[in-house]
């Protein structure tokens, strides 16, 4: 967070599930309601370490089943918006997803 307020972030897109909600607000955190959006701005640079080597493209049915086993929830409705951005590990042992994002990288 500390980052983000040093390079003038001042609002981020939190997800996470109600019991998380407490932890957050003492944490400064401040609801501002849902919204999920897509947009575009310049591609930063990442830092080296930090690139998508040792990913491959994945199936959504990747990112709903592991988003549910973190979280809990269904999201699936959400998740699909994102279909063609799912990312998963190359090689055998396959365990996460991520969304890529438009400037690269991604949770």
Do not use: H
């Not at 996470?16 to 310049?42: H, K, M, N, Q």
């Not at 959400?78 to 438009?102: C, D, H, K, M, T």
């Amino acid at each position: 967070m500390e980052c983000l307020l040093e390079a003038g972030v001042e609002t981020v897109l939190l997800t996470a599930t109600d019991l998380g909600g407490p932890v957050y607000d003492r944490l400064g955190f401040v609801d501002e309601g849902i919204s999920y959006g897509i947009w575009e701005r310049e591609r930063p640079q990442l830092p080296a370490g930090k690139n998508a080597d040792g990913v491959q493209p994945g199936a959504i049915e990747d990112a709903v089943a592991y988003d549910a086993k973190a979280t809990g929830e269904d999201r699936r409705e959400f998740l699909e918006l994102f279909a063609n951005r799912v990312r998963v590990p190359r090689g055998p042992e396959q365990s996460g997803y991520r969304i890529a994002l438009p400037w690269g990288a991604g949770p």
